[in-house]
């Protein structure tokens, strides 16, 4: 038996139930996606917050009740709002990572003071920004439009799709896409790319949705070593057998749900980021996050209970729902 295998029953019952809830309209609303801007501004937006968008464990501001994702999302909004130099022609400006790292150190900072800032590996992720901007300034004028527009809204393009394209940078050169999906994601929710080939879209995966799947059932983990590792949460060297079952179990949801791939993350994400995570909702009868973001996302009319919990099979038995993500030193995801 492998290691780690996909449950297609489990899988299909969870798609079941997504088929009946849809997201709320609000959420592709937000300021995030419907600021105004040219499309370049916008995609620079999308494109720089991916690429710098992984393991933001500590990423918070506390007096903003801003946590993760959403102080992302807020720090980038209020550089546009401010005129960010990454922001201006970039045939013009220094885009040296010194300076993204001063920059970076002063948003995701508590009112400015950089000494309070709680992103972390500001060094990291600085120089994957000055590598895309210095490809963008050396070969497209310094258009980052320029330099998606090449692949034609292909993900693959003989070399010149976006997976191809962004895929060679050191802030997307994950195997399995993920930040790369993230930003398509990201730039499709707000209208300023189309993909042409949505077959060959890899679904976002990151830790919250490895560890609701397994959790849930859809993935299996056969392996009572790899069982033991995951829940007492010891290092691992590598995730990739589980990133890629929890891919394919993501593949099984969506065409059952009739919800698009890109949708999943919509699902999954806000619910292992808020109901599925330290305490879950099934035994604690709370969210972690106030308010919750699951709730925020997905239209429901109340949230007393997790949707899921009628055939998850973490939620009546230890075994599954003790289960955590891997523990994994990676700029993946």
Not at 45 to 54: D, Q
């Amino acid at each position: 038996m492998d290691q780690v295998s996909v449950n297609d029953t489990q899988c299909r019952d969870i798609g079941l139930i997504l088929e009946k809830n849809s997201i709320r309209p609000s959420f592709y609303d937000r300021e995030f996606l419907s600021f105004k801007a040219d499309r370049e501004t916008k995609l620079r937006v999308y494109l720089f917050s991916a690429a710098i968008c992984h393991q933001t464990y500590s990423l918070a501001s506390t007096g903003k009740n801003l946590y993760g994702w959403d102080f992302m999302e807020y720090g980038f909004l209020q550089m546009v709002k401010t005129g960010s130099f990454l922001f201006d022609n970039l045939n013009t400006v220094d885009c040296r990572a010194e300076k993204i790292r001063k920059q970076l150190a002063v948003v995701f900072s508590e009112n400015g003071d950089s000494k309070t800032c709680t992103l972390d590996n500001l060094d990291e992720r600085s120089e994957m920004l000055e590598e895309i901007c210095n490809v963008a300034k050396t070969n497209f004028e310094g258009s980052i439009s320029g330099l998606l527009d090449q692949s034609g809204g292909n993900l693959y393009n003989s070399g010149k799709g976006i997976y191809e394209i962004l895929g060679k940078f050191k802030g997307f050169n994950d195997p399995l896409k993920k930040k790369i999906t993230f930003f398509l994601k990201l730039a499709t929710d707000a209208g300023v790319f189309k993909v042409n080939d949505p077959a060959n879209v890899v679904p976002i995966m990151d830790y919250h949705m490895q560890r609701v799947l397994m959790r849930m059932g859809c993935v299996e983990i056969n392996d009572k070593q790899l069982h033991s590792d995951l829940i007492s949460r010891k290092p691992l060297d590598s995730d990739s057998i589980i990133r890629e079952s929890c891919i394919e179990a993501i593949k099984t949801i969506a065409e059952v749900s009739g919800h698009g791939i890109l949708k999943m993350n919509d699902f999954f994400w806000p619910l292992g980021r808020s109901c599925c995570n330290e305490n879950p909702l099934c035994v604690s009868n709370s969210c972690e996050k106030s308010p919750c973001t699951f709730f925020t996302m997905v239209d429901l009319k109340s949230h007393e209970s997790c949707i899921f919990e009628k055939v998850c099979k973490g939620s009546t038995d230890e075994y599954y729902r003790k289960l955590w993500q891997p523990v994994v030193e990676t700029n993946f995801y």
